[in-house]
Nanobody, 117 residues
Framework: QVQLVESGGGLVQPGGSLRLSCAVS????????LGWYRQAPGEQREFIAR???????SYADSVKGRFTISRDGAMNWLFLQMNSLKPEDTAVYYC???????????WGQGTQVTVSS
C-alpha cells in the first residue's frame, strides 16, 4: 500500500507561481513512478507530469516549460513547481503513484489550485 497527501494549493494571480508537495508513505520500494494529475470542474482527470524511479521526466504539452516535477531521492516527497500560471490551470491537483505489482495506481485526496485575479 502507498499513501499520498498533497499540500500547497491555493489562490494565485495569473502569472504567479505555486509549489505543490506530496508526502509519500507506505511501500516505497514498490513505487515505479510518481506523478501529478489535475481535474477541472466538468472535465476528466488529466495527466500533468511524471517522474520515474530512474528520474525520467515527462510532461503534458499544456504545462511543458512552465511546470517542473521533482522528488527526493528516497521517494518520500514529490513536488510540482508551477510558474507562469494561467486561469486554465485552475483545477484540483492530485498526486499519483504507480506501484508494483501490476502497476497499481494510488491517489491522494487532491489540493485545489485557483488562478484568478
Amino acid at each position: 500500500q502507498v499513501q499520498l497527501v498533497e499540500s500547497g494549493g491555493g489562490l494565485v494571480q495569473p502569472g504567479g507561481s505555486l509549489r505543490l508537495s506530496c508526502a509519500v508513505s507506505g511501500s516505497l520500494f514498490r513505487i515505479m513512478a510518481l506523478g501529478w494529475y489535475r481535474q477541472a470542474p466538468g472535465e476528466q482527470r488529466e495527466f500533468i507530469a511524471r517522474i520515474t524511479r530512474d528520474d525520467t521526466e515527462s510532461y503534458a504539452d499544456s504545462v511543458k516549460g512552465r511546470f517542473t516535477i521533482s522528488r527526493d531521492g528516497a521517494m518520500n516527497w514529490l513536488f510540482l513547481q508551477m510558474n507562469s500560471l494561467k486561469p486554465e490551470d485552475t483545477a484540483v491537483y492530485y498526486c499519483n503513484a504507480m506501484a508494483q505489482p501490476f502497476m497499481t495506481d494510488y491517489w491522494g485526496q487532491g489540493t485545489q489550485v485557483t488562478v484568478s485575479s
